[in-house]
């Protein structure tokens, strides 16, 4: 079955540690996101990925670090400069081409807690 | 800049209709999606307007006017499960670019009571 893989569901890190949260995708999707949300709030857009090799910061990528090397995967690396890492994570793939835009498929995210 | 909003929160009664809506200032419009999240889970598509006017899927319709940006949700028949936070997102093009990107409204929290 197609679809979107996160993992872990659940991650707790040390305060100063840098920490990687793996998205892979077998959708033959083209573009790639990585949100942040947290309690009550809506999804926020970290960063982002159009093509294998390439991605662009979305509104918060301050603390944050990703690679695109192959069309499946998009890691994250949450990195000791995020003052405040604690957080529930979306991935997510679509293709974003014109004129045909499809929906965002998302992976079931990882809720990562600093301790 | 993008900017998208909807009220934080609602409540309805069970097999009532609620309307969520959304407005939303972009470039490069190409797409308007409702999402439905609850608590703890991912998001799930709901409804994808491009072109205005409505569209009708079940209990579920979204409606589009480009002109005015402004969108809404409409769900009737309510039902407990349909507590959820509805999320309203659009896809944008930047100046020349031909690949959208996804941007998100901080999300509608709809509680339906009995």
């Known amino acids: 079955d197609g679809g979107i893989t996160q993992s872990p569901k659940y991650l707790f890190r040390k305060e100063g540690q840098n920490v990687t949260l793996s998205c892979e995708q077998n959708?033959?999707?083209?573009?790639m996101y990585w949100y942040r949300q947290d309690p009550g709030q809506g999804l926020r857009l970290i960063y982002y990925s159009q093509i294998v090799n390439d991605f662009q910061k979305g509104d918060i990528a301050e603390g944050y670090s990703v690679s695109r090397e192959k069309k499946e995967s998009f890691p994250l690396t949450v990195t000791s400069a995020q003052k405040n890492p604690t957080a529930f994570y979306l991935c997510?793939?679509?293709?974003?081409?014109?004129?045909?835009?499809?929906?965002?498929?998302f992976g079931q995210g990882t809720r990562l807690t600093v301790v | 800049g993008q900017n998208i909003d909807q009220p934080t929160e609602m409540t309805a009664t069970e097999g009532a209709i609620v309307q969520i809506n959304c407005t939303y200032q972009?470039?490069?419009?190409?797409?308007l999606f409702w999402y439905q999240q609850h608590a703890g889970e991912a998001p799930t598509f709901l409804s994808y307007?491009?072109?205005?006017g409505l569209e009708e899927k079940g209990r579920f319709s979204s409606f589009l006017s480009r002109s005015k940006g402004y969108s809404y949700l409409l769900l009737k028949e309510l039902q407990m499960k349909d507590s959820a936070s509805y999320l309203c997102?659009?896809?944008?093009?930047?100046?020349?670019?031909?690949?959208?990107?996804?941007?998100f409204g901080k999300g509608t929290k709809l509680s339906v009571k009995p």
């Open positions: 972009t470039s490069g419009f190409n797409g």
């Open positions: 997510a793939s679509s293709i974003p081409y014109r004129p045909m835009n499809t929906e965002a498929f």
């Open positions: 307007n491009v072109l205005d």
């Open positions: 959708l033959n999707h083209d573009a």
């Open positions: 997102a659009v896809s944008a093009f930047e100046d020349g670019g031909s690949q959208g990107n996804l941007i």
